[in-house]
């Protein structure tokens, strides 16, 4: 038992004696694993061993080099190392296009003369994130427009100048894409590396492997989503080569990505979150997530102008409940809804659509814990009903 000191009290530590202490209000997340609502819940395995492995020192070299072979060999990848996040991926991707292995262009960097430094982006897939790849002084060239682009306007770019050329994997975005495959094609006759944007693809499970088997040379996926290891952690998956330059590019090392280290701890809770994350049953957890979100859509289905029903495709990697408004919906918007979800008590974080317009919201059951879908469903049924009734 551990005894807790702040405001003299001898009450036990736990999460909400943390969060009370500091006058911090809990939530439920029904919403997925949304960096603002503290992302997801790092399994078991993956708490256990960052306490486990502050118990040791290392050389941090030789503990990312034996730690990305093991993600290599349970992802079925041919070569893996760890970053900060997807996000910190997508930096060491865009200064590994720019500096390869090269020690004196790691170390110049952000500063760009004297190395290609452009990196080819498709219209359709400029995103939230992407000014991650400019962080380490990295340019865009666009090309094609926000709905669509063909395989000639990606050459037509190609310049002594490109780097590399930049794909993103998420929701709402399949349509908009050229082939990966092609793109892979194109990039390697011209020599250059695909460097892929796949951070919250999985599950599915069998996408750790997708993207790299159609020719990716760098996939960085998150650690701290639907994986549930350490909320800071991702990691690259690729070819040899990319992977070893990542490596060198990428913190502890000095250079533009040294602020984004990773614990030995988150190291090893990153480990065992993923080996854990892969020998789960897929079909299994499907069920389970299905039946949860089909007693959801059950508690809002009457609702008047409400269209509920479950969706699980590319768009939604686990069973979501998905409410539209239909036609003749009179009632709040998605997002006024939303907020009225996170003002309740208990607040609950529901996800939004996060295209403009906004077409849809769902529950998402990765974060929900025993006995809290009931209480979500309850709420968003009271909350829909007023909307509903023009209160
Ligand atoms: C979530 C996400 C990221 C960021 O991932 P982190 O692991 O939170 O850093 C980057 N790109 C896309 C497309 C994402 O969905």
Redesign the pocket.
Known sequence: MTARSGHGSSEILSGRSIIDDLGVTPLINAGG?N?KNS?SRPRPEAIAAMEAMSEVFVDMDELLLAAGERIAEITGNEAATIT???????VVQAAVAMAKGDPDRIAQLPITSGMPSELIIQRGHR???DH?YLAPGSRFVEVGRPNDCTIDEIEAAITAETAGLIH????FKSHVAVPLTDLAELAHNHGLPVLA????MLPPRINLTRFTSQGADLV??????AVRGP?S??FLVGKPEWIEYARLNNAPNLGVTRAQKVSKEEIAGLLAALEAFTSIDEEAETKNYRAQMNFVVDQIAEIPGIMAKIEHNYDHYIPHAVVTFAENWKGPSYTDIADRMKAAEPRVYVAVDYRDPVKKMWIDPLNLQDGEVEIVADQFRKILIDGASGK
């Not at 900060?84 to 997508?90: D, H, I, P, Q, R």
């Not at 944007?197 to 919250?200: I, M, N």
């Not at 960085?220 to 989503?225: A, L, N, P």
């Open positions: 694993p960096t992302g900060s996040g997807a996000s910190g991926g997508l995103f939230i994130y991650l993103l994997e998420s929701p944007d796949c951070a919250s960085s996926f998150s650690g701290g989503k909320q952690t991702g």
